[in-house]
């Protein structure tokens, strides 16, 4: 499954296959839906945006308790490490290195996420 569309559901987002006016003589096929907006395909490319992980994954990892760090790495690479808190520590749940900060942060979301279905 292509990691837009994992993170995309995580966060409750629904692929819904109609046809939908994007303007009076455009329309757009297939369009993604939460809390009843719709949203385009591009909106959600969160591995090519920081904006869009900030906007909506990142309230859906706090709402889960989690915390996380963007880190510069290596000079030209970018480190992304989601912690849980506990009363004394954090435990280091999952981290990714990528090129970009978006493509770091959704790496280690990922990590998460598939560590949660086990």
């Not at 395909?41 to 889960?64: G, M, Q, Y």
């Not at 000079?75 to 280091?92: F, L, S, Y």
């Amino acid at each position: 499954m292509e990691l837009n569309i994992k993170l995309a559901e995580w966060v409750g987002f629904k692929w819904i296959d109609k046809v939908a006016p994007i303007s009076p003589t455009e329309f757009q096929i297939g369009f993604w839906q939460k809390d009843n907006q719709n949203y385009l395909p591009e909106d959600i490319e969160f591995t090519n945006s920081l904006d869009a992980c900030f906007k909506n994954l990142e309230p859906e990892l706090r709402k889960r308790g989690w915390h996380y760090e963007l880190l510069s790495w290596n000079g030209d690479m970018h480190k992304a490490i989601i912690i849980k808190p506990t009363k004394t520590w954090a435990k280091i749940m999952s981290e990714a290195i990528a090129e970009t900060a978006s493509l770091a942060f959704c790496g280690a979301l990922e990590k998460l996420i598939d560590k949660e279905a086990k």
